[in-house]
């Protein structure tokens, strides 16, 4: 009898540690080569529940002030090989190891009553939707799921796009339309056609230096992650964090790197501070000195400080019809006479800035520049 109830015991075991082992997910694969067909290849995330989660290893992290793409909002991850760590830098990307995967997912919040398939969703700020490690896929929408991964060679951008069903991601290196309606919380409508770039497009904006032409980072820099972060365990600081987890080196105190401000908090910086970091995050990778439109001679990411590499009384270089019929890129105390806000205020194609990225205006970021405008002195005469 007793050896019988062993036999059952010891049966009742390795059906557990089985089923154990087929619930427990694989871990993140690097692909040192090659171009995975499906995002679930990676192992960065996984659906499990009608949730997104997170494996073993990725590490989620915010930007202060993040870049507009048509009101969606982003899930962002890191990912580096164990041992591995990246090099700090105070102002440019840091330097990652190779087998780094970084991931940003692109996700709407579903709007009540509409269908599981509606082209329907919200235009909000972000809620924190992301809670307890996980993404609840009967809240939001998931779009796409950007990666990008550092080989031997250099980095590679691979965007997926995510299936009806929210259960996998399909590479589409030519990039797919989606069709939305975003709707307001008064339930006014805009329709929105969501461009998922293809990879040369993804080249366009991570191609920050010109004559290289290599994909970099944009976000992950000093001044975009030096903020606080709700982890599983408790809010830290993200630099702090990378430090604790091993996957960041030589970095100082957060209260000895930059900081670049949120563009929303009003109350804890200034105008001038907010507008710098919203143009640096949004403009400031294709119009630096280095970078795609450094000949047009206006520069806006957060290292220039010259007034007219700034667009102050700057006459246009090469805009065309982008400028509206306005003389220069910033009248100071005139918004409606700048350049930058006619850009930016345009959903026209030959003529809005950005150039990609965008199907429909960010009212909250023009409102911002034309009140940064409206508030500098002097004139262009």
């Given at each position: 009898?007793?050896?019988?109830?062993?036999?059952?015991?010891?049966?009742?075991?390795?059906?557990?540690?089985?089923?154990?082992?087929?619930?427990?997910?694989?871990?993140?694969?690097?692909?040192?080569?090659?171009?995975?067909?499906?995002?679930?290849?990676?192992?960065?995330?996984?659906?499990?529940?009608?949730?997104?989660?997170?494996?073993?290893?990725?590490?989620?992290?915010?930007?202060?002030?993040?870049?507009?793409?048509?009101?969606?909002?982003?899930?962002?991850?890191?990912?580096?090989?164990?041992?591995?760590?990246?090099?700090?830098?105070?102002?440019?990307?840091?330097?990652?190891?190779?087998?780094?995967?970084?991931?940003?997912?692109?996700?709407?919040?579903?709007?009540?009553?509409?269908?599981?398939?509606?082209?329907?969703?919200?235009?909000?700020?972000?809620?924190?939707?992301?809670?307890?490690?996980?993404?609840?896929?009967?809240?939001?929408?998931?779009?796409?799921?950007?990666?990008?991964?550092?080989?031997?060679?250099?980095?590679?951008?691979?965007?997926?796009?995510?299936?009806?069903?929210q259960t996998e991601a399909k590479l589409m290196r030519g990039g797919?339309?989606?069709?939305?309606?975003?709707?307001?919380?008064?339930?006014?409508?805009?329709?929105?056609?969501?461009?998922?770039?293809?990879?040369?497009?993804?080249?366009?904006?991570?191609?920050?230096?010109?004559?290289?032409?290599?994909?970099?980072?944009?976000?992950?820099?000093?001044?975009?992650?030096?903020?606080?972060?709700?982890?599983?365990?408790?809010?830290?600081?993200?630099?702090?964090?990378?430090q604790r987890l091993g996957y960041l080196r030589d970095a100082p105190?957060?209260?000895?790197?930059?900081?670049?401000?949120?563009?929303?908090?009003?109350?804890?910086?200034?105008?001038?501070?907010?507008?710098?970091?919203?143009?640096?995050?949004?403009?400031?990778?294709?119009?630096?000195?280095?970078?795609?439109?450094?000949t047009s001679g206006l520069w806006l990411d957060a290292a220039t400080?010259?007034?007219?590499?700034?667009?102050?009384?700057?006459?246009?270089?090469?805009?065309?019809?982008?400028?509206?019929?306005?003389?220069?890129?910033?009248?100071?105390?005139?918004?409606?006479?700048?350049?930058?806000?006619?850009?930016?205020?345009?959903?026209?194609?030959?003529?809005?800035?950005?150039?990609?990225?965008?199907?429909?205006?960010?009212?909250?970021?023009?409102?911002?520049?034309?009140?940064?405008?409206?508030?500098?002195?002097?004139?262009?005469?």
């Amino acid at each position: 009898m007793t050896a019988t109830r062993t036999r059952i015991a010891l049966l009742l075991l390795l059906s557990w540690l089985v089923a154990a082992c087929e619930r427990a997910p694989a871990p993140v694969r690097f692909h040192a080569e090659g171009q995975p067909a499906l995002l679930s290849e990676w192992g960065v995330l996984r659906v499990a529940d009608r949730q997104l989660r997170l494996n073993e290893g990725v590490v989620p992290y915010e930007l202060n002030t993040p870049l507009f793409s048509d009101y969606a909002h982003k899930l962002r991850t890191v990912w580096m090989p164990k041992g591995a760590a990246a090099r700090y830098s105070a102002e440019g990307a840091f330097e990652f190891p190779v087998g780094t995967v970084v991931s940003k997912t692109f996700y709407y919040p579903r709007v009540p009553g509409e269908a599981a398939g509606s082209e329907v969703v919200a235009r909000s700020g972000s809620a924190g939707e992301f809670r307890d490690g996980a993404l609840d896929l009967n809240q939001v929408r998931l779009i796409e799921t950007r990666l990008l991964v550092r080989r031997q060679d250099g980095w590679i951008a691979l965007p997926y796009v995510w299936n009806a069903e929210q259960t996998e991601a399909k590479l589409m290196r030519g990039g797919e339309l989606v069709a939305l309606s975003l709707q307001d919380a008064d339930g006014s409508r805009e329709s929105a056609t969501y461009q998922v770039p293809d990879q040369n497009q993804c080249g366009g904006c991570h191609g920050t230096d010109i004559k290289s032409k290599a994909l970099q980072p944009i976000g992950l820099k000093a001044r975009h992650l030096n903020r606080d972060f709700d982890y599983p365990d408790g809010r830290a600081n993200q630099l702090a964090q990378w430090q604790r987890l091993g996957y960041l080196r030589d970095a100082p105190a957060p209260s000895a790197a930059p900081h670049a401000a949120d563009w929303r908090d009003s109350a804890r910086a200034s105008l001038d501070a907010r507008a710098r970091a919203y143009l640096d995050i949004n403009c400031g990778h294709c119009h630096s000195p280095k970078g795609p439109g450094n000949t047009s001679g206006l520069w806006l990411d957060a290292a220039t400080a010259e007034p007219l590499r700034l667009g102050r009384c700057k006459l246009p270089i090469a805009a065309g019809k982008g400028t509206g019929d306005r003389r220069h890129d910033i009248v100071p105390g005139d918004p409606d006479a700048s350049i930058l806000v006619y850009r930016m205020d345009s959903d026209d194609p030959s003529a809005m800035m950005p150039e990609v990225g965008r199907s429909v205006v960010h009212r909250e970021g023009v409102t911002l520049i034309r009140e940064w405008i409206a508030a500098q002195q002097g004139d262009c005469g």
